[in-house]
C-alpha cells in the first residue's frame, strides 16, 4: 500500500492545520494508522495512533490539541491539529502497521508516507 499525506503547510501560533492520509488500498486490515513527525536535528517520534476499534493513543505533548481519526471506507487517516504551537514544526509522516500472527508470534510490518511539512511561526 502507498501512503500520501497532504494538507501541510505554514501556520501561525494558535492555528490549526488538518493533515489527510490516503492510502492506495484499503486500510480495513491495519490494526493501526499514525501519525509521526521528526524535527529537524531529531528523531521521530510518535504523535498519534487510531486502532481499528477507533482506539487512540496521543503523545503527551498534543493531547487535548490534535484529534487523529481514520475512514476505512475512504482508506484516509485525518489529523486535525488545533492550538499548533512553535514546537509542532516537523515533517509528519503517515504510519500503517499491519499485523500478522504466525504460530502464535506477532509480526509487524511498517509502511510509511513521504511526509509533510508544517511550520508554526511565532
Known amino acids: 500500500v502507498q501512503l500520501v499525506e497532504s494538507g501541510g503547510g505554514l501556520v501561525q501560533v494558535g492555528g490549526s492545520l488538518r493533515l489527510d492520509c490516503a492510502a492506495s488500498?484499503?486500510?480495513?486490515?491495519?490494526?493501526?494508522m499514525g501519525w509521526f513527525r521528526q524535527a529537524p536535528g531529531k528523531q521521530r517520534e510518535l504523535v498519534a495512533t487510531?486502532?481499528?476499534?477507533?482506539?487512540?493513543l496521543y503523545a503527551d505533548s498534543v493531547k487535548g490539541r490534535f484529534t487523529i481519526a481514520r475512514d476505512n471506507a475512504k482508506n484516509t487517516v485525518y489529523l486535525q491539529m488545533n492550538s499548533l504551537k512553535p514546537e509542532d514544526t516537523a515533517v509528519y509522516y503517515c504510519?500503517?502497521?499491519?499485523?500478522?500472527?504466525?504460530?502464535?508470534?506477532?509480526?509487524?510490518?511498517?509502511?510509511w508516507g513521504r511526509g509533510t511539512q508544517v511550520t508554526v511561526s511565532s
Open positions: 504510519n500503517a502497521n499491519r499485523q500478522t500472527v504466525v504460530d502464535a508470534r506477532t509480526y509487524e510490518i511498517h509502511y
Open positions: 488500498g484499503s486500510i480495513v486490515d491495519f490494526a493501526a
Open positions: 487510531v486502532g481499528n476499534g477507533d482506539k487512540t
